[in-house]
């Protein structure tokens, strides 16, 4: 059974930073895709950031230039490393991992808040 755990969530002052982890545990298997993905209360779960493939990633529009993710060289931790933050970046942060096109697993998420 795989489990997936967040981190580094917290309060913090707009234009500063934070860097978050998820941590895969529960298999051998290395996920075919690690993602980002957040919501705001009462709004939608949107894609924050994704590392697919051979390490091609893709953003989100809103965080652009902001943000970066990256993987540790065992494929079990997802970073994402958050710059220059926006009150609009508030949300909770849910990491997600794919194995295959069978199995997709998320993580409880953790809470990003970002005072202005």
């Known amino acids: 059974q795989v489990q997936l755990v967040e981190s580094g969530g917290g309060l913090v002052q707009a234009g500063g930073s934070l860097r978050l982890s998820c941590v895969a545990s529960?298999?051998?298997?290395?996920?075919?895709?690690m993602a980002w993905y957040r919501q705001a209360p009462d709004n939608q779960r949107n894609l924050v950031a994704a590392?697919?493939?051979?390490?091609?990633?893709r953003y989100g529009d809103s965080v652009q230039g902001r943000f970066s993710i990256s993987r540790d060289k065992a494929f079990k931790t997802v970073y994402l490393q958050m710059n220059n933050l926006k009150p609009e970046d508030t949300a909770v942060y849910y990491c997600?991992?794919?194995?295959?096109?069978?199995?997709?697993?998320w993580g409880n998420g953790t809470l990003v808040t970002v005072s202005s």
């Open positions: 590392i697919v493939g051979g390490g091609v990633t």
């Open positions: 529960g298999t051998a298997l290395v996920p075919t895709a």
């Open positions: 997600k991992m794919r194995y295959n096109y069978a199995q997709e697993y």
